[in-house]
């Protein structure tokens, strides 16, 4: 059973800083590339930032310079770095999980449970 276990959202003053986690079980964590999306009230989904099995990332312009993604397959573990929030990064924080196999013709892709992360003084 594949879960993404997200912890780390909260509230914060906007200035200040975060760092999301999320724990992988289930899968072969050094095959997939994950990625961080977050959905803000009324909004939909979007990209913030992404890493590949080989370590590409990827970063929304909302959020470049901001933000730092990083991986840890040996703890099954991808994280994102905040600084400098927004009272607009306000929003909950999705982890995923994804990869393709039998040479592209199956895609696997997971979501996890979300954290909310709210940025106001």
């Known amino acids: 059973q594949v879960q993404l276990v997200e912890s780390g959202g909260g509230v914060v003053q906007p200035g200040g800083s975060l760092r999301l986690s999320c724990a992988a079980s289930g899968i072969i964590f050094g095959a997939y590339a994950m990625g961080w999306y977050r959905q803000a009230p009324g909004k939909q989904r979007e990209l913030v930032a992404t890493?590949?099995?080989?370590?590409?990332?990827n970063y929304a312009d909302s959020v470049k310079g901001r933000a730092t993604i990083s991986r840890d397959n040996a703890k099954d573990t991808v994280y994102l770095q905040m600084n400098s929030l927004k009272p607009e990064d306000t929003a909950v924080y999705y982890c995923n999980a994804e990869r393709s196999i039998l040479g592209g013709t199956r895609h696997l892709d997971y979501w996890g449970q979300g954290t909310q992360v709210t940025v106001s003084s």
């Open positions: 890493i590949t099995s080989g370590d590409s990332t």
